[in-house]
């Protein structure tokens, strides 16, 4: 049995698509709030019930378990929000882990974040880039760098954990949808009418949770390994958009020094008039975009023998998938599908490892 947290999110739904497709057995850790999702509709996963924030829920979810995908993330761009940030990220990563070690789980693979990965200009960030922590960080950066040491230090108990790093996700069954989801939707419907230069590491759903599937197979304890399709500017983004809806790029280009003094000046009546709602472009957003940081996924590559596909396809079968759901009018006009995206072959782990 394989327990996946966070199957409701965009990287947990194909995970487990993938588990099931592969012949494994799956539970799920569903909060009350998920149980109603249209993520694991229909899907012959075991649910347990809780939320990665209770040890006790989470306790009894892993037990019986001979691996876990730690995927449950609160995702946020937002200076706003830091306690639950935390919570759900660093003390719920807390909680997996050392359920994981009391029960005797197999191997650990938790979903890390690009964000909480070192760099220096001018050239591509890799594993060993550490992070610089006297800069702005959002809340979930933050976060995401106590993970890691979470991880390192059940590694060092004895644990076999592995941190699979994402980057920015687009592809299929992104039931949130995600922020790069909802730009794409925006798109479709024609109400995105502006957009600011720049360019991001951007991973198809499919290479990440094979990325997952290889570090649960070949990757080290303790170690992370850096996941990634391509590099991609915004304008070749919103190319490939422009291609799969029939809608023509937005009009207005920003300049990206304009627009991180706009996303600065909406922010707080933003925060007053909708908290609950993200800004699209909040001045975290912004600055991830400008900083136009690229990704070596060398490591991945060699050690785990990961080969990531096409943004291309990515983002088709992202839009077919809103269609199907009836989110983007049928009526849009729909290229051509590329070729899908090249699988990796099921995956089996010995010593142990392999799915009851």
Same mark, same amino acid.
Not at 25 to 31: F, H, I, Q, S, W
């Given at each position: 049995?394989?327990?996946?947290?966070?199957?409701?999110?965009?990287?947990?739904?194909?995970?487990? @698509?993938?588990?099931?497709?592969?012949?494994?057995? $799956?539970?799920?850790?569903?909060?009350?709030?998920?149980?109603?999702?249209?993520?694991?509709?229909?899907?012959?996963?075991? =649910?347990?019930?809780?939320?990665? @924030?209770?040890?006790?829920?989470?306790? /009894?979810?892993?037990?019986?378990?001979?691996?876990?995908?730690?995927?449950?993330? !609160?995702?946020?761009?937002?200076?706003? %929000?830091?306690?639950?940030?935390?919570?759900?990220?660093?003390?719920?990563? /807390?909680?997996?882990?050392?359920?994981?070690? @009391?029960?005797?789980?197999?191997?650990?693979?938790?979903?890390?974040?690009?964000?909480?990965?070192?760099?220096?200009?001018?050239?591509?960030? &890799?594993? /060993?880039?550490?992070?610089?922590?006297?800069?702005?960080?959002?809340?979930?950066?933050?976060?995401?760098?106590?993970?890691?040491?979470?991880?390192?230090?059940?590694?060092?108990?004895?644990?076999?954990?592995?941190?699979?790093?994402?980057?920015?996700?687009? %592809?299929?069954?992104?039931?949130?949808?995600?922020?790069?989801?909802?730009?794409?939707?925006?798109?479709?419907?024609?109400?995105? &009418?502006?957009?600011?230069?720049?360019?991001?590491?951007?991973?198809?759903?499919?290479?990440?949770?094979?990325?997952?599937?290889?570090?649960?197979?070949?990757?080290?304890?303790?170690?992370?390994?850096?996941?990634?399709?391509?590099?991609?500017?915004?304008?070749?983004?919103?190319?490939?958009? *422009?291609?799969?809806?029939?809608?023509?790029?937005?009009?207005?280009?920003?300049?990206?020094?304009?627009?991180?003094?706009?996303?600065?000046?909406?922010?707080?009546?933003?925060?007053?008039?909708?908290?609950?709602?993200?800004?699209?472009?909040?001045?975290?957003?912004? !600055?991830?975009?400008?900083?136009?940081?690229?990704?070596?996924?060398?490591?991945?590559?060699?050690?785990?023998?990961?080969?990531?596909?096409?943004?291309?396809?990515? $983002?088709?079968?992202?839009?077919?998938?809103?269609?199907?759901? %009836?989110?983007?009018?049928?009526?849009? =006009?729909?290229?051509?599908?590329?070729?899908?995206?090249? @699988?990796?072959?099921?995956? !089996?782990?010995?010593?142990? =490892? !392999?799915? *009851?």
């Amino acid at each position: 049995m394989i327990l996946v947290t966070g199957a409701g999110g965009h990287l947990g739904a194909n995970l487990v @698509r993938r588990l099931l497709a592969d012949g494994h057995d $799956v539970r799920a850790l569903v909060p009350a709030w998920e149980s109603a999702s249209q993520a694991l509709a229909g899907l012959p996963v075991e =649910r347990a019930a809780g939320d990665v @924030r209770d040890a006790a829920a989470v306790e /009894r979810a892993v037990k019986g378990c001979e691996s876990v995908f730690h995927c449950a993330a !609160r995702v946020s761009t937002s200076a706003r %929000g830091h306690r639950d940030t935390y919570a759900v990220n660093v003390l719920g990563t /807390r909680n997996v882990l050392d359920s994981a070690r @009391r029960c005797g789980v197999g191997r650990v693979v938790v979903t890390g974040s690009f964000s909480a990965t070192g760099g220096r200009p001018g050239r591509a960030s &890799t594993e /060993r880039d550490l992070h610089y922590p006297f800069e702005s960080h959002t809340p979930y950066t933050r976060s995401k760098v106590l993970v890691e040491h979470e991880c390192c230090k059940a590694a060092a108990q004895g644990l076999e954990v592995v941190v699979a790093v994402s980057t920015a996700i687009i %592809g299929p069954h992104d039931y949130v949808p995600s922020r790069m989801g909802r730009l794409l939707l925006d798109h479709a419907h024609g109400r995105l &009418t502006a957009y600011l230069p720049g360019g991001f590491e951007f991973v198809s759903v499919h290479d990440l949770v094979d990325g997952h599937l290889l570090a649960w197979r070949h990757g080290r304890p303790g170690a992370k390994y850096l996941l990634s399709t391509e590099f991609c500017t915004v304008d070749r983004m919103l190319e490939l958009y *422009a291609e799969v809806t029939g809608r023509p790029k937005p009009p207005l280009r920003v300049p990206a020094r304009a627009m991180s003094v706009l996303a600065r000046l909406a922010e707080a009546p933003r925060a007053l008039l909708a908290p609950d709602r993200e800004a699209r472009f909040t001045p975290a957003a912004v !600055r991830f975009l400008r900083s136009q940081r690229r990704a070596d996924c060398s490591l991945s590559r060699d050690v785990l023998g990961y080969r990531p596909t096409s943004l291309a396809s990515a $983002v088709e079968q992202a839009y077919r998938c809103f269609v199907d759901r %009836g989110l983007v009018e049928r009526s849009a =006009r729909v290229r051509g599908a590329r070729a899908a995206p090249r @699988r990796a072959p099921a995956v !089996r782990t010995g010593s142990g =490892r !392999r799915s *009851a």
